[in-house]
């Protein structure tokens, strides 16, 4: 799939292993091995090798970030992050926005001009959407205000009422 690039941020719905974007988010587990919902769809979509690469970084911890090649995937690259279970803490708050900010460091290492972002940690992990959606914006918008990057990125969400927290969400800021 295709995107209009004319915004640095903006919300799609759609499948983000179908994303014609230098690099896709993996909202993983810690073993980075696959699993369910975002992970298993993106290790399906990108075949064997990315399972065989994830393999050599000896997984990842909570908040942290690792990128692989996007081997059969549109995208070029997969960064890789471990998301917060969501139990309330002030400390689940901080790992949420560690993925988002060392995703988007990545990128910016890594020379990168798109990057698309599920919706970290709101699947089987918790985290309410709403709450999610403001991290997730904030430390973005926080990132490419400070760095001057030209980075295009895309939150991709799966169902209509999520779409409509962050259209409304980005609309507001």
Do not use: W
Not at 23 to 39: E, P
Not at 76 to 100: F, M, Q, S, T
């Amino acid at each position: 799939m295709k995107i209009d690039q004319m915004n640095a941020m903006a919300a799609i719905a759609g499948d983000i292993t179908q994303l014609d974007v230098d690099v896709i988010v993996n909202a993983a587990n810690k073993t980075l091995l696959g699993g369910g919902g975002v992970d298993g769809a993106i290790h399906r979509a990108a075949g064997p090798l990315l399972l065989e690469e994830c393999r050599g970084l000896n997984g990842c911890q909570t908040g942290e970030a690792k990128i692989t090649k996007g081997y059969n995937l549109p995208a070029k690259y997969v960064i890789h992050v471990v998301g917060p279970v969501y139990r309330g803490r002030p400390e689940d708050r901080i790992l949420l926005a560690n993925c988002y900010r060392n995703s988007l460091s990545l990128a910016d290492e890594n020379n990168l001009s798109s990057i698309a972002f599920p919706a970290i940690s709101c699947g089987v992990y918790g985290y309410p959407m709403n709450k999610a959606c403001e991290i997730a914006v904030t430390v973005t918008a926080d990132f490419l205000k400070q760095s001057g990057r030209k980075l295009k990125v895309f939150f991709v969400l799966f169902s209509a009422s999520d779409l409509g927290i962050y259209k409304d969400f980005l609309q507001s800021i």
